[in-house]
């Protein structure tokens, strides 16, 4: 475990970069890689403060998930459902790139919180045509003070 020292001198170290907190889809499996520093999803109380920034491969089995739409499905840790919609997302030739604004719904209670990617393509009436989805992962959600405020 980290000293105090250890925490605070990595706080201040320059140039660090985002890119380290990447969550990333894995194309055969489909599962969610959580970096050792992104576990922590907010603290009870937070709302629209955290983002989890996400990588997946553009195409799976040859289907182009760039022209999906993009949501996360959630747990909380009290076992409340919830969808959030995703942002910033940039296409490349071989990545899609996206962000979820962990909302404060997600981080009500204290405990693990389980999440999903969940891709979908609709046609003009709203139908679904393709979906495409991942395998939990999970964070956390920490103990706080906050909340009680709308």
Known sequence: MASVEDVLASMAEPN??????????????????VPERGTVLGVEGDKDVNLVRFRMPRYYRGTDLSDFAIEVHYD??????????????????????????VGKDVVSSKGTVRFTVYCVKKDADGTIEQAFGTTIGTGTSLEGLGGDEN
């Open 76 to 101: 909380n840790a009290e076992g409340e459902r919830g969808i959030a919609p995703t942002s910033d997302k940039t296409v490349s030739e071989d990545a899609v790139r996206f962000t979820w604004v």
């Open 16 to 33: 660090r970069e985002e890119e380290e907190l990447c969550f990333v889809i894995d194309k055969d499996f489909r599962l969610i890689s």
